[in-house]
């Protein structure tokens, strides 16, 4: 029997509508076995987290004086988790005609010296987070800029939002301009500074975050696995084979290692809390390496493909011998979108440029429950199971005339038919078919359309 729900406070709520989010990884089991999809589902929010997730037929009755958000039609799925992406390369998205190497020149650092100011760090950061919120992303893992002062506006702007961010100081010590560079123990003490400010404060989390093993001597990428060492639940963010030329780069830089990979494994900063963006050069052993040490990759395809990087191996990465967890990373400026909808989109035809599919369902799931798992969250975000924080987005299937064109009538009751309904809104949608964001609970952005 279902127990009714005590007298509801201010904040709580349930919200109506098809729910649809994951129980498991459909990559490894059937998608019946892996989707849970409710046509008239209730999700009942108390204290900004899940309390109850069912039929509306079965929960409505519990409510008692509760009120309910009504998005009959509407598909509601956990936050989209953005798991690799910049906030002080948002101005410079779009920056034409170069590879990584001389994009990073031209473009990138002159960009980011900028966000020593604190003012225009802080009007940036309050614009990329509107802008994730638009697109429904509710959980980001960010580069900051090398400037401890860019770290500090970005958290107080999370902080502001209450949103579960992750973020960090960029560490570079070399092959960079001057203005840009920082030292091993610089880059060793300002990073601990921010770790004690803002690591675990609300729902931030910190990131230790050497740019790449280029910009890195041997002594700083080894003061980055000291931060690790000293505090274990950060994270350690940084790029990894992305380019041809820039792989061939670091084989000279470090002669004394094994590859890409095996500098960050030397130097001890390749552990299971680990994110390593792109991925799209490295060999078979370095996928199986990664699978052994619970390491995770952020698949990037709209930069992969605006910057000429190539074409991620998402069967490899997802191979059942030697499974690596993987979310989806939108990587602005090099991305085109801060939309995980246009992300999927290029994911699917990087996937069929490769001979392969990716399924509409494997593509949300890459966007939700395995960006949670990518970054060790799963017991916290990603999917509606009870006790989850309560940060969700509802999707319109109508949402541009094409979509209505599309999908003329109402949501689907089977999987089958859902898939295909979103499928379209992962090839077709955009923010526009964000019709609200939801943070522990409460609506952080609601579509102007609606």
Known sequence: MIQAFPPSSPADQAIRGALLDFVDDPFYVPQDQAVRYIPDGLLVIREGHVAAVGAYADLSPTLGDMPVADYTGQLITPGFIDTHIHYPQTGMMAAYGEQLLEWLERYTFPTERQFKDPTHARQVADFFLAELLKNGTTTALVFAAVFPESVDAFFEAAAARNLRMISGKVMMDRNAPDYLCDTAQSSYEQSRALIQKWHGQGRLLYAVTPRFAATSSEAQLKAAARLLDEFPDLYLHTHLSENVNEVAWIQDLFPQYQGYLD?????????????????????????????????????????????????????????????????????????????????????????????????????????????????????????????????????NPQATPLLALRNPTGLAHRLEGVAEQLFSLLIMGDDRAVQATYIMGELAYSSPST
Not at 289 to 309: D, E, I, M, V, Y
Not at 366 to 373: C, D, I, P, S, V
């Open 263 to 395: 500098v960050y494994d030397q130097t001890g900063l390749v552990r299971q809390r680990s994110v390593f963006a792109h991925g799209v050069q490295l060999s078979d052993q370095e996928f199986q390496r990664l699978s052994q040490a619970k390491a995770a990759l952020s698949f990037c395809p709209t930069s992969n493909l605006f910057l000429g990087s190539g074409l991620f191996r998402i069967e490899q990465a997802k191979n059942k011998a030697h499974p690596v967890k993987v979310g989806l990373g939108t990587d602005v400026g090099a991305g085109t979108s801060f939309s995980l909808l246009q992300t999927a989109n290029e994911a699917y035809k990087v996937a069929q440029l490769r001979g392969q599919k990716l399924s509409a369902f494997k593509a949300l799931f890459l966007a939700t429950l395995g960006g949670a798992k990518a970054l060790c969250l799963e017991d916290k975000i990603g999917n509606f199971d009870p006790g989850k924080e309560a940060d969700f987005i509802v999707l």
